[in-house]
């Protein structure tokens, strides 16, 4: 398919001027990725690391997906309302039209749910303008009238969206775009046409499920790097920055994993430096800044 054009803009990078809000040096946001497959689909791996012959259904895979809305989704939830934490929950489509019950109860938590895509084998970039921008509208319609609220902001499966997708986004009314990983600070984006949109980075640090999945590390070690990296950073440069802690509902959702979440909620809640917002929030605190804050 060819490549279609971004339609022009300018991106507004944060200065030196910025700061997150009680002047704190690092924002944190905790993520959940509440996940599954469109009807009929399937992860393309499972727990066990080896894909199946082509043409098979792997029913393992799909299973294990099928966690983080058995039980996944639930344990999160009760650990992060014991340390008094909103989460950005990103959630597919599919999910809110199977599970309206789940996404009302997470919203009225005071959550804020992002959208993730109809489902994670829908992935913006393969989709022309059409079908992405069906897509667009089919999960964002599916969460609203799961929870009775628009979502605000949106991350794309792996973090791809297509190069049309911020556009089509702020032509919807999203305040927030989350397919950008080459910062550590907010950026607004603003089209000729007049749209902004804020590109609020997916950083991939502290990450169950690449860190646990596909590098076979233990919960410790992703605790140990949480508190590496906010000791570190703070010994090696004053600047402000973002980081998030991800937690996929079929991967950290289970016993063996979550209590690493939990962990580093406790971490970030005793540190000085720290502030926890959710993406939302950091879009709302970018749009509001003065003018000079960013260019």
């Not at 990725?33 to 259904?57: C, D, H, T």
């Not at 996944?72 to 990103?90: K, P, V």
């Not at 950008?180 to 949109?197: Q, T």
């Not at 991967?251 to 917002?277: N, T």
Request: hydrophobic share 45%; charged share 20%.
């Amino acid at each position: 398919m060819p490549l279609a054009s971004a339609p022009p803009h300018k991106i507004l990078r944060a200065g030196a001027q910025f700061r997150w809000p009680q002047d704190k040096r690092i924002a944190l946001v905790f993520n959940i990725a509440f996940e599954a497959w469109s009807e009929g689909e399937a992860p393309g791996i499972g727990p066990m690391g080896n894909v199946l012959k082509p043409g098979y259904f792997d029913t393992n895979a799909h299973s294990w997906a099928n966690y983080g809305a058995v039980r996944g989704i639930q344990r999160l939830a009760r650990i992060s309302a014991a340390n008094g934490i909103r989460t950005s929950i990103m959630t597919n489509g599919v999910l809110a039209e199977k599970h309206p019950q789940i996404v009302d109860d997470l919203h009225r938590a005071g959550h804020e749910i992002v959208a993730h895509s109809w489902g994670m084998d829908v992935i913006p970039v393969y989709l022309d303008p059409e079908a992405e921008r069906a897509n667009l509208r089919r999960t964002t319609k599916a969460i609203h009238d799961a929870c009775g609220a628009l979502p605000s902001g949106w991350i794309s499966p792996r973090g791809t969206g297509s190069f049309l997708s911020p556009a089509l986004l702020a032509q919807d009314g999203y305040l927030w775009q989350g397919d950008c990983n080459d910062d550590d600070l907010p950026a607004i984006v603003a089209f000729e046409s007049g749209e902004r949109i804020v590109n609020i980075p997916l950083t991939m640090d502290v990450n169950d499920l690449p860190h646990s999945v596909r590098y076979g590390n233990q919960p410790s070690d992703l605790v140990a790097h949480f508190e590496d990296i906010l000791d570190g950073s703070a010994d090696a440069d004053s600047a402000p920055f973002m980081l998030d802690v991800t937690a996929h509902t079929h991967a950290y959702g289970r016993p063996a994993g979550a209590w690493a979440f939990d962990a580093m909620m406790k971490i970030a809640r005793d540190r000085d430096d720290v502030i926890v917002m959710t993406r939302r929030e950091i879009a709302e605190h970018a749009l509001s800044a003065p003018a000079d804050w960013f260019a």
